[in-house]
């Protein structure tokens, strides 16, 4: 694999190549195994792989978040050896390459915008929006590849790229999970010892939650997830919403479920300091 640090150096690599499709995988770095099944997805389909490991800082509505956000990208590229070909590249770019100069572009997601993350951190989609579109605009890829557990992200993306009317595709990949069933998350790594032992505590909640689907409403559901996370130790809900991949738009009632769409459990969670998200699909009723 090549290391690439500049916008020029990329495009002139890439237009080298002439392989299409592009595949891409956008990441903020400190990598684990749910980052590598993205990549090997791309490899598997993709001639030539470009991986982007850049911290974002305008997604960041919290100045301590962006200060904490672990970086590794020693043993980043390190895994990446171990996965990607001679021709794939890395894009590891500063910020002056991707934010030449300030970025004050606002975008509308609807109601997008207006539920779960969103509520909860002001702004943090429109920075997404912010540079993805940018990467898409200096990778120009074919096909890019996006983590399934940030549920409410990939709805965003995927509006992003029919607002703009960009040709690229999006591709959704399922949660990795750690063998008790947290999510795997750049930010698990910052988890207190204790709180991580009984992390697994949100996969079994959501898990129920897709079962008791069948003979529960949604608010009997949400308060059983709400109890089983908070009393296993310093966990604290933020939200928890069962809402279809579309629109995104939390259910009151299962009645309101339409055969046809797909609709997931997610959940916020806080544990000590670190903040957790993950979903999981619940049959339609």
Do not use: W
Not at 43 to 49: H, Q
Not at 69 to 78: C, F, V
Not at 247 to 274: D, F, H, N, T, W
Request: with cysteine; glycine share 6%; aromatic share 6%.
């Amino acid at each position: 694999m090549k290391t690439i640090t500049t916008v020029r150096g990329l495009r002139i690599s890439l237009g080298k190549s002439a392989l299409a499709p592009i595949g891409f995988v956008p990441t903020m770095g400190a990598l684990h195994e749910g980052h590598l099944s993205l990549v090997r997805n791309a490899i598997a389909v993709c001639p030539v792989v470009v991986v982007s490991i850049y911290v974002n800082p305008t997604q960041f509505n919290d100045k301590n978040d962006l200060k904490n956000y672990p970086r590794t990208p020693g043993s980043d590229l390190a895994m990446l050896a171990g996965v990607m070909r001679s021709n794939d590249i890395v894009f590891m770019p500063q910020d002056k390459d991707i934010y030449p100069k300030e970025d004050n572009r606002r975008f509308s997601f609807g109601n997008l915008d207006n539920v779960m993350e969103a509520l909860h951190r002001p702004g943090h989609f429109n920075g997404v929006a912010q540079v993805v579109s940018r990467l898409f605009e200096i990778v120009k890829p074919g096909k890019a590849y996006f983590g399934q557990k940030d549920f409410q992200q990939l709805a965003v993306i995927r509006e992003l790229v029919r607002q703009t009317g960009s040709r690229v595709e999006i591709i959704g990949n399922p949660v990795i999970r750690e063998a008790d069933g947290l999510a795997m998350s750049s930010r698990n790594r910052l988890l207190d010892p204790e709180l991580r032992k009984k992390a697994g505590v949100i996969f079994a909640a959501l898990s129920d939650a897709a079962l008791l689907i069948d003979k529960n409403d949604v608010p009997a559901i949400n308060e059983h997830v709400r109890h089983k996370i908070e009393s296993a130790g310093a966990f604290r809900v933020e939200y928890f919403e069962i809402a279809d991949d579309l629109e995104l738009k939390p259910l009151q009632s299962k009645s309101e479920m339409k055969a046809g769409r797909k609709y997931y459990a997610c959940v916020a969670v806080r544990a000590g300091s670190i903040r957790l998200i993950d979903n999981v699909e619940v049959p339609v009723m």
